[in-house]
């Protein structure tokens, strides 16, 4: 699949996701804040997903963020919800809720305003795996609130394969993308 206008976000990250994760007999859930479900939808729109994909939590609302997915309260309270930390805690709720092999989340300012004291455009992926396997991507996309949106989507698929292909970076990166 191309990434042109109207195409998937990472329509062929995403197969190439499910194929890792069912190569490893592997389930993937999802947490998603900032995307609002785009991840999710990227994902079933590969056929045969229901294979590796067992499902995503839309936590918009910081009290779903706590009191379904897990996040330490204070946490969020001294930080907000845009922060590597509750990243990294959103992927690992959203695997143990869900009961996954893997979880990913995404939670970020996609504009057009600033969130807790954040600038647009900063957003954290994150994945955590069997084993305490975990890892975070500080990310600073430019682009107004769909590309920042759709870069997430990209970006937190494209962490993931680098993991289930053994290509894993060093925990807590930086990267720009975006326009």
């Known amino acids: 699949m191309s990434s042109g206008a109207g195409a998937p976000a ?49 936590a918009y609302a910081t009290d779903l963020k706590r009191d379904v997915l897990g996040v330490d309260g204070p946490l969020l309270e001294e930080r907000g919800a845009v922060d590597p930390e509750v990243a990294r805690q959103l992927a690992a709720g959203v695997r143990r809720v869900l009961g996954a092999t893997w979880g990913a989340a995404t939670t970020g300012v996609a504009g057009p305003d600033p969130q807790d004291g954040q600038p647009v455009g900063t957003v954290y992926v994150a994945i955590a795996g069997p084993e305490g396997v975990g890892k975070v991507a500080a990310l600073r996309l430019n682009g107004d609130r769909a590309d920042i949106r759709k870069e997430s989507v990209r970006s937190v698929l494209g962490l993931l394969l680098s993991e289930l292909s053994g290509n894993g970076r060093a925990q807590d990166t930086e990267q720009n993308g975006g326009n």
């Open 10 to 58: 990472g329509g062929g990250t995403a197969a190439a996701v499910l194929e890792a994760l069912v190569a490893r007999g592997a389930t993937l859930a999802v947490a998603e804040s900032l995307t609002g479900g785009l991840v999710a939808a990227e994902l079933t729109s590969v056929p045969g997903a229901s294979r590796a994909f067992r499902g995503s939590v839309t």
